[in-house]
């Protein structure tokens, strides 16, 4: 294979330019499979409007399964342990071949909740107390309240993560359990913050209870992880913390004044639950639909690792890296189509409300989830190395060359 230079490309490229008119054990078999659902509102699909579909139906629609739903909205750990303990629920925990749990936020919020009504006005939702007191009150004395009201909560907690393993296993020594970790359901974008002027001093008091949120939830989270670590065979991760960073505000309700996923969040769920698990999970429309529907100014918000998850769960066409305008090649038309984007993003445009996920699976060929001035350049450095000097050059050595 002959190398181009990609310096050479860059300059070819840019000339070509001026010139056009401007993703074994788990795997998944055909029989029906029984998915159990535990845990707590976010189980329950709390928020959900009629017609959205919550995690579990994802689920059953991509593991051809059928779903039993025992979560209870408000539950906590130790809710959780009292239903494993219940013998009328034996049978549905014997049989099933995956159970899905998200269980554990409630064991803060609700001491939270009840601290923080302390602060609260008559008429504020938990979300406007959280708002003012990053305004108004003296951050550092707060998160030292809180820091006494959730240390038993929290240790309990972490605590009973083993013994809801142990009562599973006990119950079913086969099933695949896969637990969710937590999220943290405060993140908004700076537009929100300046939107209710918040000035420099407030959003750092803002990220500061941000960060204590998402410190306790890493703890519950880390006793997460270190029960499935025990036994990885059967018991698996949805690291949806991670899943929801950098986009929270899309993925829950938050600026709705609610904590509950959104439809794109219980997507983003199901994704995740379905990548920890592995194996066969067939495409469905419904990660198509999804997809198709989010605009380039959600898109830019979600980690590329989720969306990655969920289109590898979408029964949408392929579409050719770089081929923009679906003629089945990469070419300086694509390119040019990609700057005229680019261009109107940077002058204030709102092409990135009306332009489409679609769109950006072929324009965005260095993967970062957003048009950016290098995927034109890119996408021109490929043209000229495959169509016009008949270079074999694949897009990692356009993107990445060796050094």
């Known amino acids: 294979m002959h190398h181009f230079s990609k310096k050479l490309l860059a300059a070819f490229s840019a000339a070509v330019l001026t010139a056009a008119s401007v993703p074994a054990s788990m795997c998944v078999s055909a029989a029906e499979k029984n998915i159990l659902i535990l845990g707590d509102s976010i189980s329950a699909g709390n928020g959900l409007a009629a017609g959205e579909s919550g995690y579990y139906d994802y689920l059953a629609a991509s593991l051809s399964g059928t779903v039993t739903n025992l979560a209870q909205s408000g539950a906590t750990t130790a809710d959780l342990l009292a239903v494993l303990d219940n013998t009328a629920n034996a049978a549905a925990i014997s049989g099933a071949d995956y159970i899905c749990i998200s269980i554990g936020s409630n064991d803060l919020m609700q001491p939270a909740k009840s601290y923080l009504g302390e602060f ?57 359990v896969v637990m ?74 938050v600026l709705q004044k609610d904590i509950h996923p959104t439809a794109l969040g219980h997507a983003a769920i199901a994704a995740s639950i379905l ?66 984007v680019y261009a109107a993003i940077v002058a204030g445009t709102d092409i990135e409300s009306k332009t489409k996920y679609p769109y950006l699976r072929g324009a965005d060929v260095n993967g970062d989830m957003q048009i950016t001035a290098e995927d034109p350049q890119y996408i021109l450095m490929y043209y000229v190395a495959n169509y016009v000097a008949n270079q074999q050059t694949g897009w990692d050595e356009i993107i990445a060359p060796a050094n």
């Open 120 to 176: 609260r006005r008559e008429g504020e939702e938990m979300m406007d107390t959280v708002r003012r007191v990053a305004k108004e009150g003296d951050i550092q004395t707060i998160i030292a309240g809180l820091t006494r009201t959730l240390r038993t909560p929290r240790n309990t907690a972490k605590a009973s993560y083993a013994d809801i393993a142990s009562k599973i296993r006990a119950l079913n020594p086969n099933a695949v």
């Open 180 to 253: 969710q970790t937590l999220y943290n359901p405060f993140e908004v974008p700076e537009s929100y913050l300046d939107a209710h002027k918040f000035s420099e001093i407030d959003k750092q008091n803002f990220r500061d209870l941000l960060n204590y949120v998402s410190n306790n939830e890493r703890q519950l989270n880390d006793a997460i992880k270190s029960v499935a670590a025990a036994d990885p065979q059967h018991t698996k991760v949805a690291d949806i913390m991670e899943a929801f960073a950098g986009g929270g505000w899309l993925f829950d309700r």
């Open 275 to 340: 990548d920890a698990i592995g194996g066969n999970a067939a495409k469905t429309k419904m990660f198509g639909d999804m997809l198709d529907n989010l605009t380039l100014a959600e898109c830019k918000y979600i980690p590329a690792a989720t969306a990655k998850k969920m289109q590898k769960l979408s029964d949408s066409p392929d579409v050719l890296r770089g081929d923009v305008d679906g003629s089945g090649k990469v070419s300086n038309v694509d390119a040019q189509s990609v700057v005229t």
